[in-house]
């Protein structure tokens, strides 16, 4: 469980540590972000996977706490085909190392972003740790939370190490990951070569019981307009805390594919469950303007949830294609917003 107390100075020593080994082994010029180490942890009942990305001049270690996060991870890439913008990494959930050449200048972590830079010792170097959480801006990690970036930090050199030396060989590119486990026997960490299971992503179909509902939506014209919708965190801090985190508005979004024209948004709370918000907002633009011939949505996670509802009404759903109206009207939000501040763009 979680404490929420500062890690402690012996606990700082040891993740400079072993960051100042993983920059000396240089795992990025034989490892691919995508090459996933995957830790058991004894007493945690879900593996940590972990990655890094970058390079000499700047890296990050990833770490993905459970298969839901790791899920969470692998989702967002497939939707942004790789390159997620910033607002998409507001979505994930992990905990994070990150350390920049940045030439004594103390770097920025950006506004609403709590976590704080510590200088790397004997270097004129930059590191922080920090955990990032859905809906939240980065904060520094807890003396639980800096436990298990250490032990996953560990297990990650390990791996690179054994790797790099050909004690290690690992088909990352044909399903396999590099398993570190704590054996009870030799009363040390060990690593193997394993099958990746790839963690399932979460569904949550919403069948919408209300016939009347649904009868009356039917009574309203069939368009010929094509929507597109999205859940996305704005990353512009609000004012408002929720305990000691800074929240990231959370936008349900729903557009013109042709203009681009606003049709329907709501702010939610970082921890609503907003699947009534995001069939209100639908059933609030048909029975204004008539139903859509088409809803564009990313992935299945967010057209599981208007599933049902198009079906039952007629609406096509699809499913994965480009949404080129949102992401153009994502920037202009977020310009607009750095800009005027939420405040102001909300006003």
Request: aromatic share 8%; with cysteine.
């Given at each position: 469980?979680?404490?929420?107390?500062?890690?402690?100075?012996?606990?700082?020593?040891?993740?400079?540590?072993?960051?100042?080994?993983?920059?000396?082994?240089?795992?990025?010029?034989?490892?691919?972000?995508?090459?996933?180490?995957?830790?058991?942890?004894?007493?945690?009942?879900?593996?940590?996977?972990?990655?890094?990305?970058?390079?000499?001049?700047?890296?990050?270690?990833e770490v993905y706490p459970g298969h839901k996060a790791y899920s969470i991870r692998k989702r967002l890439l497939a939707n942004y085909k790789g390159q997620m913008p910033s607002h998409a990494y507001l979505a994930r959930n992990c905990l994070l190392a990150s350390y920049?050449?940045?030439?004594?200048?103390?770097?920025?972590?950006?506004?609403?972003?709590?976590?704080?830079?510590?200088?790397f010792p004997g270097t004129d170097d930059w590191v922080r740790y920090h955990v990032q959480k859905p809906g939240y801006f980065a904060t520094n990690l807890t003396s639980w939370q800096a436990g298990i970036m250490l032990c996953a930090a560990q297990n990650l050199y390990?791996?690179?190490?054994?790797?790099?030396?050909?004690?290690?060989?690992?088909?990352?590119?044909?399903?396999?990951?590099?398993?570190?486990?704590?054996?009870?026997?030799?009363?040390?960490?060990?690593?193997?070569?394993?099958?990746?299971?790839?963690?399932?992503?979460?569904?949550?179909?919403?069948?919408?019981?209300?016939?009347?509902?649904?009868?009356?939506?039917?009574?309203?014209?069939?368009?010929?307009?094509?929507?597109?919708?999205?859940?996305?965190?704005?990353?512009?801090?609000?004012?408002?805390?929720?305990?000691?985190?800074?929240?990231?508005?959370?936008?349900?979004?729903?557009?013109?594919?042709?203009?681009?024209?606003?049709?329907?948004?709501?702010?939610?709370?970082?921890?609503?469950?907003?699947?009534?918000?995001?069939?209100?907002?639908?059933?609030?633009?048909?029975?204004?303007?008539?139903?859509?011939?088409?809803?564009?949505?990313?992935?299945?996670?967010?057209?599981?949830?208007?599933?049902?509802?198009?079906?039952?009404?007629?609406?096509?759903?699809?499913?994965?294609?480009?949404?080129?109206?949102?992401?153009?009207?994502?920037?202009?939000?977020?310009?607009?917003?750095?800009?005027?501040?939420?405040?102001?763009?909300?006003?």
């Open positions: 469980m979680d404490s929420g107390d500062n890690p402690s100075k012996q606990q700082y020593r040891k993740l400079l540590q072993v960051t100042g080994m993983i920059k000396r082994l240089q795992p990025w010029n034989f490892m691919e972000p995508e090459d996933i180490v995957t830790v058991r942890v004894p007493n945690l009942e879900e593996p940590l996977y972990c990655l890094i990305a970058g390079g000499k001049e700047s890296f990050c270690v920049v050449a940045a030439g004594g200048i103390t770097p920025t972590a950006g506004a609403g972003d709590d976590s704080q830079w510590i200088k390990l791996a690179a190490n054994q790797i790099q030396a050909g004690e290690l060989e690992v088909d990352f590119n044909g399903g396999e990951t590099a398993l570190c486990y704590y054996s009870e026997v030799d009363k040390a960490w060990l690593c193997d070569c394993a099958e990746f299971q790839q963690p399932a992503i979460e569904l949550s179909l919403f069948i919408v019981e209300d016939s009347g509902l649904v009868e009356d939506l039917n009574k309203m014209r069939q368009t010929r307009r094509r929507l597109e919708f999205d859940i996305l965190y704005v990353p512009v801090p609000c004012l408002e805390k929720h305990g000691d985190r800074v929240i990231a508005p959370k936008l349900l979004l729903l557009l013109s594919r042709r203009s681009t024209a606003v049709a329907g948004e709501y702010y939610a709370e970082p921890d609503e469950d907003i699947t009534e918000a995001l069939i209100d907002l639908v059933c609030k633009y048909i029975f204004m303007y008539g139903k859509p011939l088409e809803i564009y949505v990313r992935d299945l996670v967010v057209g599981s949830l208007l599933a049902d509802l198009c079906k039952k009404t007629g609406i096509g759903l699809v499913i994965g294609e480009e949404m080129a109206a949102m992401d153009y009207y994502v920037d202009v939000v977020i310009e607009a917003i750095n800009e005027e501040g939420i405040e102001g763009f909300l006003k």
